[in-house]
């Protein structure tokens, strides 16, 4: 279950840039050839989030479609089922232009830091 191993970079990444303020939402950037299952990375999410700033964090996953340029005759097809293949030409020789992003694209933390004391 590779969402979980995604799922704590996202968490790592997301703390590094809180410094200590609690995460209340991370925006995420995924590409279609990542193969993600929403629902599965959003339970790794809160599963690796727990305990951390970014527990109870909500998670946004926006969803990359896949493209790429065919080296064999340059057209540009929009890539949405395996094997990967030219709709022109049904070359298989890609280049891959979108569909493999995994960005963190914003996080939204709350304004005061986190006390050593809470309620
Ligand atoms: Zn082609």
Request: glycine share 10%.
């Given at each position: ?9 996202i968490v ?17 950037k995924?590409?279609?050839l ?8 959003t339970?790794s ?40 293949q ?34």
């Amino acid at each position: 279950m590779h969402e979980l191993s995604i799922a704590t970079s996202i968490v790592e990444i997301a703390c590094r840039h809180a410094a200590g303020r609690r995460v209340t939402r991370v925006q995420l950037k995924v590409g279609y050839l990542r193969q993600v299952v929403p629902s599965a990375l959003t339970f790794s999410f809160e599963l690796v989030a727990d305990g951390t700033s970014a527990q109870g964090a909500s998670l946004d996953i926006e969803a990359v479609p896949a493209s790429g340029i065919c080296l064999q005759c340059g057209a540009q097809s929009a890539l949405d089922a395996f094997p990967l293949q030219c709709s022109a030409c049904g070359g298989f020789l890609l280049r891959i232009v979108a569909g493999e992003e995994l960005i963190v694209e914003s996080l939204e933390l709350e304004e005061q830091e986190i006390g050593t004391h809470s309620g």
